[in-house]
């Protein structure tokens, strides 16, 4: 508790990785960053200082929560390609084109202004070379050539 009576522990997503972070103690770390792979409203940049905050607290060393959360990392990443392989390109193409985060969800989540997110965004949709106007989903184009020049690749 703070001084006017208000507690000082996270609540929400940080509330719930300090919990499993300090009931299983380094694995905790790296089952939340394997999750967040898995799950992208769990934001790694909150995961990982809060890995830092729990270690603090002498739960954990550094050592461990580097090891954990890397290892973490890898079994997320597995597990996205070995989904990727069993769904294959064209129904991931389809899911990909119905799932993505709205500009003001991404504000939410990271606790930036809208302004800050479309100006990342259109950076970005510039170095594509991707087309302006209304008559184009943007987003999508990205998606789509980045799915072409895998393909290339492969």
Known sequence: MDTTGNSTEPTGIAGWAVQLMEQLGGFGAGLAIALENLFPPLPSEV???LAGFTASRG???LAEVLLWTTLG???GVLALYGLGAA???DRLRRIVDRVGLSN???????YVTRS????HINAIFTKLDLPVGEAHN???LAILQHLRVGAVQD
């Open 87 to 89: 769904l294959g390109r």
């Open 47 to 49: 995961i990982l200082p």
């Open 116 to 119: 800050a997110v479309e100006k």
């Open 138 to 140: 943007r987003r999508v």
């Open 59 to 61: 739960r954990f060393g």
């Open 104 to 110: 003001a969800a991404i504000c939410g989540q990271l």
């Open 73 to 75: 990392s890898v079994v």
